[in-house]
């Protein structure tokens, strides 16, 4: 199983994920369907998650078999890392050459730069680097940050002297004057602030040289290499040997400038884990979204390219097909299957889906079902699962829910992993209490689902318990806990109530909020306030939500 999540592929992978605020059923199912498509060796990789905490329940069935629980993923929801193309300069030194080609190449009117630490720098952009061109143009005396090497490299230039500075402010003169007048024109400048950019005029060059000009590039291979060693041996700047004429050195040698001093951090940036819908939004208005963390690290950006046309992340669902029970995100998300064994209220889907559902115990029955069905040997860690998930949903068989597929799936399994299921279920129950050491709002929302029914928004919890008795000292902090859960006092549902249900007298009792409506039709006997006994009802869904629907139809 994957131990976490950092490696999955939201547009490659497909996920498995049972109902948020999963139990054992929902996260066993899960992982069994994913060690069947392992078994299947179909193309695409598919990855069991679960969208909650695991309750104690769950984590004491993993830990006690040894095996690695489907990580945690709590929405579906793409993030920027999953999108985002690694397209950086890796330096602020970086020429505006490198950042053009870097443009072209990817289509981009922007470019995040780093430094050596990965640091983010700010970007460099297509606009800036018109400015840059049209500027020199106009100026006839214009300044750049060159660096060395990428003038070198530019040029594909011979050094033959090579100066004590890796990095010169200058500009560009083309020595194309008669020898008076180019002198005269030397008086005027600091030579110190400029290359020379000449063909074979050796007193030029030696004049420049004399004057301590930044550096000189000679063009055309036009000196020998005699001429190049009678040079003044003491000269402090550099000397670089061109092949190429000299209109073309000093177009190119522009481009050598770093963009360092012409980066923009008046972009906005997202952070990896950023939402895809928020890049969106940012996109419409820059051409381009660096991705920063709140370190200050750059990972590369986000382009318009990257958020059209995005394939959906494909999903398939266990233990429940309501949209109000998904992962968050589910409803950008494709469904491609659901299995389920619950009442039906799926959202629609473009296109057909394989939806395997009955009205049997656990959905772990289904998916041994599958399993079994194949002739190639089932896992030892997959049997051991879903025998402990149908153990547990079905309250070690003895549920209204259990049929007869649900008691020959556990002889079966049984008989695999050599595990004896009535004793299985006991260390179940009795090592993974609900209650031990959980405050009240968690044991309410433990394993809670919600539902809709004529307009009322309905959250109905459930736990199972060794003793009615183990809730004696917490009757009214569940009472006011779900009272808290209600419109009334803030929260998001009509009506909630808690299902609290004896494994060994399979009885339960009924918390409920303080509801009229549904309370005045509720058919249960009150044993005092807000509490209702509900011999022989064990199942939420079978028993329970028909009366409590019921409750509510006009």
Not at 59 to 65: A, E, Q, W
Not at 70 to 98: E, F, G, K, T, W
Not at 257 to 274: F, N, Q, Y
């Amino acid at each position: 199983m994957h131990k976490s999540t950092a490696d999955i592929n939201l547009r490659e992978d497909i996920i498995i994920c049972g109902h948020r605020n999963p139990d054992t059923d929902s996260v066993c199912s899960a992982y069994g369907l994913q060690r069947y498509k392992e078994a299947l060796g179909q193309e695409s990789r598919h990855i069991a998650v679960r969208c909650g905490r695991l309750n104690p329940q769950t984590k004491y069935i993993f830990s006690h078999l040894g095996i690695e629980p489907p990580p945690l993923l709590p929405d579906i929801n793409y993030r920027v890392h999953n999108i985002m193309s690694p397209v950086c300069l890796s330096s602020p030194y970086a020429s505006i050459s490198q950042a053009a080609q870097v443009m072209k190449e990817q289509s981009l009117r922007l470019v995040p730069v780093q430094n050596e630490q990965d640091q983010y720098q700010g970007v460099y952009t297509l606009d800036e680097m018109t400015n840059f061109l049209i500027e020199r143009t106009r100026s006839t005396y214009t300044n750049y940050e060159i660096v060395l090497e990428n003038l070198i490299n530019i040029l594909d230039a011979q050094v033959v002297m090579r100066g004590k500075q890796t990095i010169v402010n200058a500009g560009f003169l083309v020595g194309s004057m008669d020898r008076d007048q180019i002198a005269e024109y030397f008086n005027n400048l600091d030579l110190t602030r400029f290359f020379l950019v000449i063909g074979r005029r050796r007193r030029i060059i030696s004049a420049a040289m004399a004057q301590g000009i930044a550096g000189v590039i000679i063009t055309g291979d036009s000196l020998s290499d005699e001429e190049i060693r009678e040079l003044d041996p003491s000269y402090q700047g550099w000397v670089l040997r061109s092949s190429q004429h000299s209109e073309n050195v000093t177009r190119a040698s522009a481009m050598a400038s770093s963009v360092r001093t012409h980066l923009s951090r008046e972009v906005r940036t997202i952070t990896p884990d950023g939402l895809l819908e928020e890049a969106k939004q940012i996109l419409e208005y820059q051409p381009g979204l660096p991705v920063v963390d709140n370190e200050g690290r750059l990972y590369g950006m986000v382009r318009r390219s990257d958020v059209i046309n995005i394939r959906k992340p494909r999903l398939i669902l266990t233990d429940h097909n309501e949209p109000t029970q998904s992962i968050l995100g589910s409803e950008h998300a494709e469904i491609i299957q659901i299995i389920d064994h619950h009442r039906l209220s799926p959202r629609p889907t473009s296109k057909p889906i394989n939806f395997l559902t009955a009205p049997v115990g656990s959905t772990c029955t289904l998916v041994s079902e599958l399993f079994l069905e194949l002739s190639k040997t089932l896992p030892m860690d997959a049997a051991k699962i879903l025998l402990s998930g149908v153990i547990s949903d079905t309250v070690m068989l003895r549920s209204p829910t259990t049929t007869d597929r649900d008691r020959e799936v556990v002889t079966r399994l049984a008989k695999i992993t050599g595990i004896d299921p009535m004793q299985l279920g006991t260390d179940i129950y009795t090592n993974g209490s609900m209650l031990k050491g959980m405050p009240i709002d968690k044991i309410i929302k433990n394993d809670f689902k919600e539902f809709e029914h004529n307009g009322i928004k309905l959250g109905v919890g459930q736990i199972e318990v060794v003793s009615i008795c183990e809730i004696d000292d917490m009757r009214d902090g569940l009472l006011a806990g779900l009272d808290n859960l209600t419109l009334a006092k803030g929260g998001s549902y009509h009506w909630t109530v808690l299902l609290v249900t004896n494994i060994h007298t399979c009885d339960s009792i009924l918390l409920s909020s303080d509801y009229a409506r549904g309370q005045a039709k509720l058919g249960y006997e009150k044993s005092e306030k807000q509490i209702y006994d509900l011999p022989g009802v064990m199942s939420r869904k079978k028993q329970l939500l028909p009366a409590l629907l019921e409750a509510l139809t006009d």
